[in-house]
Each structure stands twice: as structure tokens, then as C-alpha cells.
């Protein structure tokens, strides 16, 4: 791995950014640039029906107009292209080539409501855990459902034992795939790749040393962290950094209109909107106009808060 940090923002664009992915864009930044590091710029565009080029090229007005430039990624030096994931297809069927060597990788034609079924157990976020239904298809049985124009997810079955990591601001994570996640989806029914691979292969490639990201991905890293083992690839340091919420406890979302930048571009400087994030959370004491390099000369991971946090409204009117 290089002496020199690398990290990324990885964005889906599917809307508008929003205060949320604002905050994380510029705590990934500010990790490396305070350490004189890389920051990259991937455009996980993979699920082309939710996903759009013009969010893309706003994403990049936004970010550039942020001060939150990117060192690799699209518009910037490319030598690790492609930037957007719609593009790496080849790159996705060789790492499931490789995968496929030592895994147990199999077709998986279960319907939406056989995975939801009520009595399949879940996970705490309400997922269904996959029972392993199709691992045991016969050659004949696949023929069958194929022959009634089935398409098959493939999913690769995951392992008995733990995995475990620490994250610099959730501490020590272990997780039991087998029982608490079950196998996974790397290829959708689709054929588009799923999340997991792609991210796993892409950090990979781009030399990605820390993975900055909100918490509500957390859950995901042992199944990543499963995946870079089996490949043989190095594994980044993580920080998964805590959740904007409302006034309910639920997290913002895209459907918090005002919170997007199309509306607080109008309102603020990009120096007002950084030194509002800042002291939400806990790198200045209050909000003050300040701009992103003071604030990378004085950054720590140690002053970040780890619980979500509750957006006081009134700083954003
Ligand atoms: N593309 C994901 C998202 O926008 C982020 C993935 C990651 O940072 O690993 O939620």
C-alpha cells in the first residue's frame, strides 16, 4: 500500500446531494488532505434505473463548487479509469472469474416474495436472511427454471466464521456472515453487479487506503472485507461517520427537499455551509464561515462525534 493516504467519495447519483452526502464528501476530504493525501472521485452509477448522467455532472458543479476538488475521478487525472461504474463491467466479470476459483458461487432464481417470505428470519435492519434455498439446485433444476424464462442472481456463499475490523469511530465490528447475513448477491438477476463486488474491486484498483462513508453502510463491510480476502486485495482502514437525522431520528434522505443543495446553494457561501457541518460535528464549537483548508490544518478524527446526529433546522433556514 502507498505511504500516501487515498480516499474517496463514491457517490450514486440519483439525485441531487443532500446535507448528508455533503458532510461525508467533506469528512473523506478533509481526512486525506490533512495528511496530504489523494482524494478520488468514483461514480457508482451501477443501477442504471435509479441512477442518471446529469446527476453526475451536477454532482461535480456541487462538489467543485463545495471547494471539495478531487485529485483522480472524472474531469481530473484518470490513471486508474474508469471513474464511473457502469463502465468497469469487463473489470466486475474478471474479479467474479477470480472469485469463482475458490468461492462457492451459484445461481439463485428465488423471487422477491420467496426471499420476503414471513417466516425467513431477518436481519435488524428488516432484510430478509438468505436460507441457501438454491445452493443445492441440481444441474436439471436450473435447466427448469430457465426453461420458464427465470433469470438467475448469482450469490456467493459465505463463510461459518467471524469477521472482524475495527472502525476508527464505531470501534470493534464483528459479524457472523453464516448466521447474520447469509450469501450474498454479487450479480443481480439483472446482470447488473452488485454493490459489494463493484466497491470491493474498485477501492482495490484505485489503491484506496481509507473508505470514509455514512454508518448506514457499516453492516455491508464484513461482507466486503469477505470478498477482498478471498481476492487477495489489501484492506483499507474504515471510518464509517455518523447519520444526519431529523427531528424524528430518521435519517435524512433525499425527500428532505430543503436540505439539498439545489436550495442551500441559494442561501449560503460554501464557507458558511462547510463551517455549519464543522460544528455539527465538533470540529469548530459553532458555526462560523471558514474554508475547507484551515479546517484540514487542524482536522482529527478524534474531535468528530460518533453518535448521529439530530440537524438543528435553524442553522439551515
Ligand atoms: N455509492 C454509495 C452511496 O452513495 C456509497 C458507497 C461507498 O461509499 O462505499 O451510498
Known sequence: MSDIPVGRFAPSPSGRMHLGNVLTAMLAWLSVKSRGGRFVLRIEDLDTARCRKEYATQLMDDLNWLGL??????????????????????????????????????????????????????????????????????????????????QAALRVAVPGRDISFHDTLCGSVQQNLARECGDFIIRRSDGIFAYQLAVVVDDARMGITEVVRGRDLLDSTPRQIFLQQALGFPLPEYIHTPLLVNAQGARLSKRDGALDLGVLRHKFTPCQLIGRLAALVGLLPAPESIDLRTLAANFSWQQIHSADISVPFSWFE
Do not use: V
Not at 474478471?94 to 417466516?119: E, G, K, M, N, V
Not at 431477518?122 to 426453461?147: F, M, N, V, W
Open 69 to 150: 476538488t478531487w485529485d483522480e475521478g472524472p474531469c481530473a487525472a484518470m490513471p486508474h479509469a474508469p471513474y464511473f461504474q457502469s463502465e468497469c463491467t469487463a473489470l466486475y466479470e474478471q474479479a467474479l472469474a477470480q472469485l469463482s476459483r475458490s468461492q462457492t458461487i451459484y445461481p439463485c432464481f428465488c423471487s422477491r416474495a420467496d426471499l420476503h417470505a414471513a417466516s425467513a428470519p431477518h436481519r435488524t435492519d428488516g432484510t430478509a436472511i438468505y436460507a441457501g434455498t438454491c445452493r443445492s439446485l441440481t444441474p436439471q433444476q436450473c435447466e427448469t427454471y430457465k426453461l420458464q424464462g427465470r
